[in-house]
């Protein structure tokens, strides 16, 4: 009886040790199984995301403004007792990219930029203006190249930039010629410059964080572009009346087609007749040159970031230098606040008082220090 027990429970737990190992064998089975179809979907996954990696897109757009009143002479009100005037301004701003980067070696950047900006002291000035634009560009960049390795690829390149409205020379203290003549220094379409070339563009890839690319082309063609063709009387740096054009301004120059008969009308204030023997040129372009394009954009965390652009463009008589520095900040969700540096300088113009350019040229330079509005969407 005894051994016929020992039989039956060895017989029960050798049931229960096969009965285990079947279960193991089928959870081992079934755990590669579903190793494998995870494997398999975790590298469609993979797939998928190197094929919409191959696009890089995004755009930051801004609104900034501010205002300030102070009391004047008026029936219910009299002058602050420091001075001063009441004064408004305004600008908007927007900035995109999209950059393709192929697998089989093709780079194609886009930048487009978008800024307006407005002042006004609520007062007119000499010529009857209250309100003047400190902004006013609309831009496309693109550069299309193939990868040669390290970072490096040839490229070409193509810019655009031109004005949308009207905006006038600071007048002077001659209110005769002022009051005869609208001193434009842009208009629409007036100027326009466009350049383009072929080089080589290395761009940064160690950091996701970090967009920053270099072109250089040692072959790059300008064109300039005047559409309003008036000519009307400026105000040089002596606040002396001199006949000039936009064309004058942006350094595409004019002639004087009776050069006796133009200083004679100038000399008896006769305007109008002498600006008749002044005929501005409508389109210029500097030959060979060569360009530098440097731009960086930077994101530090979730509240600061930084964004760059340089340019450097020598025509071999004279050179043109833009540099672009902001820095945003986001101080609470769309509230943000925003410094702008804008050193340039440019002494391929020939200004309207005759002086050639390395005589005339200095540096210009546009700061904004402001807060406001602003969204970033990025892909």
Not at 149 to 168: E, H, M, P, R
Not at 288 to 294: F, T
């Amino acid at each position: 009886m005894k051994k016929t027990l020992l039989l039956l429970v060895a017989f029960v737990a050798a049931l229960v040790v096969n009965a285990q190992g079947f279960a193991t064998a089928e959870e081992a089975a079934t755990a590669v199984k579903e190793s494998t179809t995870n494997t398999s979907a975790a590298e469609k996954a993979a797939d998928a995301a190197v094929k919409k990696n191959h696009w890089k897109k995004g755009f930051d757009v801004s609104v900034t403004a501010a205002q300030n009143f102070i009391s004047q002479d008026t029936k219910w009100s009299s002058a602050w007792y420091q001075g001063g005037s009441s004064n408004f301004s305004g600008l908007g701003e927007f900035k995109s990219w999209f950059n393709y980067e192929g697998s089989n070696g093709l780079i194609w950047d886009n930048l487009v930029e978008l800024k307006y900006g407005i002042n006004t002291t609520f007062t007119k000035d000499l010529a009857g203006r209250a309100w003047h634009l400190t902004d006013d560009k609309t831009a496309y960049s693109t550069k299309l190249g193939y990868e040669l390795g390290k970072g490096w690829s040839v490229a070409w390149n193509g810019d655009i930039n031109f004005t949308l409205f009207q905006n006038y020379i600071t007048v002077g203290d001659d209110q005769a010629a002022v009051d005869a003549y609208n001193a434009l220094s842009s208009a629409a379409i007036s100027p326009l410059r466009f350049t383009t070339g072929v080089g080589f563009m290395w761009k940064y890839e160690k950091n996701p964080n970090i967009d920053l690319s270099i072109y250089l082309s040692p072959y790059s063609y300008k064109l300039v572009y005047v559409n309003d063709m008036r000519t009307f009387v400026a105000m040089n740096k002596d606040k002396i009346g001199v006949a000039s054009s936009i064309s004058d301004q942006v350094g595409i120059g004019q002639q004087v087609t009776d050069q006796a008969a133009f200083d004679k009308a100038w000399g008896d204030g006769n305007y109008d007749e002498a600006l008749s023997y002044i005929r501005p040129n409508s389109l210029k372009s500097y030959n060979l040159g060569s360009r530098v394009d440097i731009q960086y954009r930077q994101k530090f965390n979730d509240v600061v970031s930084l964004s760059s652009r340089f340019q450097f463009y020598t025509n071999y008589v004279g050179i043109e230098l833009d540099w672009e520095i902001s820095a945003d900040f986001v101080l609470y969700k769309i509230l943000t606040a925003r410094i702008s540096v804008n050193p340039r300088y440019d002494s391929t113009i020939v200004p309207s008082d005759g002086k050639s350019g390395w005589d005339a040229a200095r540096l210009q330079l546009k700061e904004l220090v402001s807060l406001g509005i602003a969204y970033r969407f990025e892909k």
